[in-house]
């Protein structure tokens, strides 16, 4: 992969003649990496979709039932909107598969950095390939499978009768009357151990005979194998990559990405008063914000990281500088700093985050992908996630004390458990709310804040569809950066610089 300008892509797609042969229609393996030129501002704007396509798979394979109608037709939607291949594409589709495909390795390079990332982006990309290849229609399925080298072989109707009896017994849910109507087909046995291992299908001589519904396990096992390879070998070229002075913050960011609203211009700035603070940390808080007011009231101090944490979400929410100093001061000399020490040790830090010391920069509140994967809490401190930093009991004997029911408990630390600390975040907003889907993807605290603010005042209706927030504007450095000081992305850089070779990172030497 090179990078130009789009005029110069442009024009040497036209030298090089028809290129709709380099992007293999949707579904693919992505075997091959993409190696024309491509800008660094196209380069941030197609990870930046795919990232967000990638949460919203993420999010809908924990909301709903994977394969159901209401699952298929918002991912569908998803795909549309973002401009991805949703269904198997005809020729004229160029622009969706080419996409599709230089996303994909972008966020590989991005997320090949710690088993962390490998794994959570081999699930998703997963979970994305098993909705596009369960969409495709019988010829294409087949084709498919010989574009990815797995061409098994199709029994034959006579054979398939003379094994009925023991592919109905073998094959859980199948009555006599739809194994005559399914398609059967010969496997080796190493490709198809998954589905041996579960007995779900016949054995004899070596082959499992395989029917077409569960053809799918069998290719994401093919799949998950060459991705996790392809990933520990991307990895392996990091160095190159991180050389880079213009590519290198740009994937680390990737990483840790909000691609949603920007909270660091806030409307509704001098409409809360410090009286009301309180009364919203219970209503309309977030955990995490809700167990720093709590920390601050109780101890009438936080550390660095609280007060970096829960005065930027303060300022999001609407406090002016002026606000923000008199109520921290108010705070912190009901404890052991009188206010002679405020002046000097403290209030400049606050003065720091409204842009108003040092380089005058205007802090943005911190997203939830941020607090989750970075600085995490120590002995005596309170922030950070609860979902993802809290003991399991901790977590429960808080959310007990907030009388959340037994069985949201259980919901949300089952979503813990399996590391989706936003969806655990979200059904508590449901569980407080007392609403059954909230409609929409929680990726920022000051989010959380905003739509419940909406809710308990009667401002908008809950949307029935899934919307993300992907939808509201994005600053082109991909919003927050992990670190206020880093080095800017692609935005601040010229966009028709060139890199060469990239291809190279995705290969063996």
Not at 140 to 152: A, D, I
Not at 167 to 177: A, I, K, Q, R, V
């Amino acid at each position: 992969m090179e990078f130009s300008s789009a005029r110069a892509r442009l024009k040497q797609g036209r030298l090089a003649g028809d290129r709709r042969g380099v992007y293999p229609p949707s579904p693919q393996f992505y075997l091959g990496p993409p190696t024309e030129n491509i800008s660094l501002v196209e380069f941030e704007s197609f990870a930046v979709d795919r990232l967000r396509l990638l949460k919203v798979v993420e999010n809908l394979g924990v909301s709903y039932v994977k394969g159901s109608d209401t699952y298929k037709t918002k991912l569908e939607a998803e795909l549309r909107k973002l401009k991805f291949p949703y269904k198997a594409l005809a020729e004229d589709d160029y622009e969706a598969r080419r996409k599709d495909h230089i996303s994909h390795f972008i966020l590989r390079l991005a997320y090949c950095q710690s088993e962390d990332l490998r794994r959570w982006f081999l699930q998703q990309e997963m979970d994305l390939l098993r909705y596009r290849f369960n969409e495709l229609t019988g010829p294409l399925r087949q084709k498919f499978l010989e574009h990815v080298n797995l061409s098994f072989e199709a029994i034959s109707e006579d054979l398939k009768n003379e094994l009925a009896n023991e592919l109905y017994t073998s094959t859980p849910g199948f009555s006599m009357t739809k194994v005559k109507e399914q398609m059967y087909y010969k496997v080796g046995l190493a490709d198809a151990v998954d589905l041996f291992r579960a007995r779900r299908v016949f054995i004899k001589d070596g082959f499992a005979y395989v029917p077409l519904k569960e053809i799918d396990a069998i290719v994401l096992n093919n799949y998950r194998t060459k991705l996790s390879k392809a990933l520990a070998l991307t990895a392996r070229s990091l160095p190159s990559v991180q050389s880079d002075e213009r590519l290198q913050p740009l994937l680390n960011h990737l990483s840790h990405s909000y691609v949603g609203p920007d909270y660091s211009v806030q409307k509704n700035t001098g409409k809360i008063s410090l009286d009301q603070i309180d009364a919203l940390s219970v209503k309309s808080y977030p955990l995490c914000m809700r167990q720093l007011h709590k920390a601050l009231r109780d101890n009438h101090h936080l550390r660095h990281g609280g007060r970096m944490q829960y005065g930027l979400f303060l300022k999001g929410i609407g406090l002016t500088l002026e606000q923000a100093l008199e109520f921290w001061k108010k705070e912190f000399i009901r404890g052991k700093v009188d206010a002679d020490k405020f002046d000097k040790g403290y209030a400049y830090s606050i003065r720091h985050n409204y842009g108003k010391e040092g380089k005058r920069t205007d802090y943005t509140p911190y997203s939830c992908m941020k607090i989750i994967m970075s600085n995490p809490p120590s002995q005596g401190d309170y922030h950070g996630c609860p979902f993802r930093h809290c003991d399991p009991d901790l977590l429960k004997q808080k959310l007990q004390s907030y009388k959340i029911l037994p069985s949201g408990i259980t919901q949300i630390l089952e979503l813990v458990k399996g590391m989706h600390y936003q969806l655990a975040c979200q059904k508590y907003f449901e569980l407080t709310h007392d609403v059954d889907d909230i409609g929409f993807s929680l990726n920022h605290p000051n989010q959380y804040f905003a739509e419940s603010q909406k809710l308990l005042s009667g401002g908008r209706e809950l949307k029935k569809e899934l919307s993300s927030s992907g939808n509201s504007q994005q600053k082109n450095n991909s919003q927050e950066s992990m670190n206020s000081n880093s080095t800017p992305t692609s935005s601040n850089t010229t966009a028709d610089a060139e890199l060469e070779g990239l291809e190279a990172y995705f290969t063996e030497d």
